[in-house]
């Protein structure tokens, strides 16, 4: 088996994380699930009751880019503090990942979106610099939701 990242993003999942790794593998090409380990049965420990079964440790890779998951219950919820960028070559791209990632109307602003899952995601041009770099194209990005290319070339 192939060696993981050293550095890698850890998701903590209320009860998810299996639903999520199957849905991000299938939503970004060259991707996959690398290994999932159960939590043992809840007999053994009082503190794992309910936990049987639930992902204890997921791997997943995607796109070449490792994470790691788990299922640990409510105590945290995802924010916008953290985000992933999924940098893409055209509109075409972006209007692909935008459709799979995006799920939260209110949480869209500037190419930032919220999966299904409260995941933040930014699905922006690999040339997003390129094209905020006068303050009429940087109006124009406040105003997007999702980001148009051609309207940020055309300011």
């Not at 939260?104 to 933040?120: A, I, L, T």
Request: a negative charge.
């Amino acid at each position: 088996m192939a060696e993981l990242s050293f550095i890698q993003p850890c998701l903590w999942f209320d009860d998810q994380a299996r639903e999520a790794m199957a849905y991000y593998v299938d939503v970004f090409p060259n991707s996959r699930v690398i290994r999932i380990d159960e939590y043992p049965d809840e007999s053994l420990d009082e503190h794992l009751a309910g936990m049987s079964g639930k992902v204890l440790n997921g791997q997943f890779s995607l796109n070449g880019v490792d994470f790691t998951c788990l299922d640990g219950g409510p105590l945290f919820r995802f924010n916008e503090s953290i985000s992933f960028i999924v940098s893409c070559t055209d509109q075409e791209e972006i209007d692909y990942y935008w459709s799979k990632l995006s799920h939260v109307p209110e949480s869209e602003q500037c190419g930032w979106c919220k999966d299904r899952f409260g995941v933040s995601w930014q699905v922006i041009p690999a040339i997003m610099g390129e094209l905020t770099k006068r303050p009429e194209q940087v109006q124009v990005m406040m105003g997007q939701k999702k980001i148009v290319i051609a309207e940020l070339e055309n300011a």
